[in-house]
T-cell receptor, first 112, second 121 residues
Framework: SQQGEEDPQALSIQEGENATMNCSYK?????LQWYRQNSGRGLVHLIL?????REKHSGRLRVTLDTSKKSSSLLITASRAADTASYFC????????????FGEGTQLTVNP | GAVVSQHPSWVICKSGTSVKIECRSL??????MFWYRQFPKQSLMLMAT?????????EQGVEKDKFLINHASLTLSTLTVTSAHPEDSSFYIC?????????????????FGPGTRLTVL
């Protein structure tokens, strides 16, 4: 069964606004990764945060990880219409042999 | 950057036939590849782990005789859906780990293929 839960399931914002998506998980992890998927397409790797890291930045993306709460957040700043996509978190659980468990995903719509 | 390709990108077949999907790492070697399936508006579900030179490891509930996996080289894994039925219609996605970059799980990054959409009539 899926371990990750993401909220919100859907998010609609205006261009220029910030978008925040959250992910929760249940077991110990080696790392947590965020991916983006455009409709009907493959996944694009956005950012990986290790279990001993608390925050990571990449361009307009900011990811936080709170292992005590078993949660992570993805912030997209100054959103653009091209950011419209589904965003998934995926956990690399301890002892899983690098098998990823994906969250349910957040469908982000950025209106121009 | 690391590129993973899949072939075909889409396939339509009749019920009862078998379909083979290829997953290739184009510019790196991958000892391990993963196969996922994704139903519309749902998340990815891991089906199996494909290991070069050995048998695949299947997730609970995935029939190994239904979904045959072969990982014959460091750059190619194939998934064959045998005796396909309409309920097998789905989006199948593979991913690959970079052999050189994946030294420790804490730095592991998987690269995903573009997916194969299977429709069984």
């Amino acid at each position: 069964s899926q371990q990750g839960e993401e909220d919100p399931q859907a998010l609609s914002i205006q261009e220029g606004e910030n978008a925040t998506m959250n992910c929760s998980y249940k077991t110990s992890i080696n790392n947590l990764q965020w991916y983006r998927q455009n409709s009907g397409r493959g996944l694009v790797h956005l950012i990986l945060i290790r279990s001993n890291e608390r925050e990571k930045h990449s361009g307009r993306l900011r990811v936080t990880l709170d292992t005590s709460k078993k949660s992570s957040s993805l912030l997209i700043t100054a959103s653009r219409a091209a950011d419209t996509a589904s965003y998934f978190c995926a956990t690399d659980r301890s002892g899983s042999g690098s098998r990823l468990t994906f969250g349910e995903g957040t469908q982000l719509t950025v209106n121009p | 950057g690391a590129v993973v390709s899949q072939h075909p990108s889409w396939v339509i077949c009749k019920s009862g036939t078998s379909v083979k999907i290829e997953c290739r790492s184009l510019d790196f070697q991958a000892t391990t590849m993963f196969w996922y399936r994704q139903f519309p508006k749902q998340s990815l579900m891991l089906m199996a782990t494909s290991n070069e030179g050995s048998k695949a490891t299947y997730e609970q509930g995935v029939e190994k005789d239904k979904f045959l996996i072969n990982h014959a080289s460091l750059t190619l894994s194939t998934l064959t859906v045998t005796s396909a039925h309409p309920e097998d219609s789905s989006f199948y996605i593979c991913s690959a780990r970079d052999l050189l970059a994946g030294g420790t799980t804490s730095t592991d990054t998987q690269y995903f293929g573009p997916g194969t959409r299977l429709t069984v009539l």
